[in-house]
Nanobody, 121 residues
């Protein structure tokens, strides 16, 4: 099986910075896209940023220019550098990865357990 383990959440003041990290482990043949989503209670989970295995990135409009996603393919990790944080960035952040367990099996989407980010005003 595959596990995604996130770290780096916490409490920060408005204007501050945090870096989230996510490490994938287990039965991994290859990893396609990796990304970060966030969710506020009572609302749908939304895409924050995604990065392909080739390094192509895409961001939600609300975080463009403030957040940077990166990955280390050798270590199966993805990170999210969050700068100029705002109270509206407060949410549970989830790591996501599209992973193929073996050459003969279709890829599947895996999720981390989530890490809370709270931005105080």
């Amino acid at each position: 099986q595959v596990q995604l383990v996130e770290s780096g959440g916490g409490l920060v003041q408005s204007g501050g910075s945090l870096t989230l990290s996510c490490a994938a482990s287990g039965s991994i043949f290859s990893i396609n896209a990796m990304g970060w989503y966030r969710q506020i209670p009572g609302k749908q989970r939304e895409l924050v940023a995604v990065i392909t295995s080739a390094g192509i990135t895409n961001y939600a409009d609300s975080v463009k220019g403030r957040f940077t996603i990166s990955r280390d393919n050798a270590k199966n990790t993805v990170s999210l550098q969050m700068n100029s944080l705002k109270p509206e960035d407060t949410a549970a952040y989830y790591c996501n990865a599209n992973i193929r367990n073996s050459p003969s099996i279709r890829s599947s989407v895996y999720w981390g357990q989530g890490t809370q980010v709270t931005v105080s005003s």
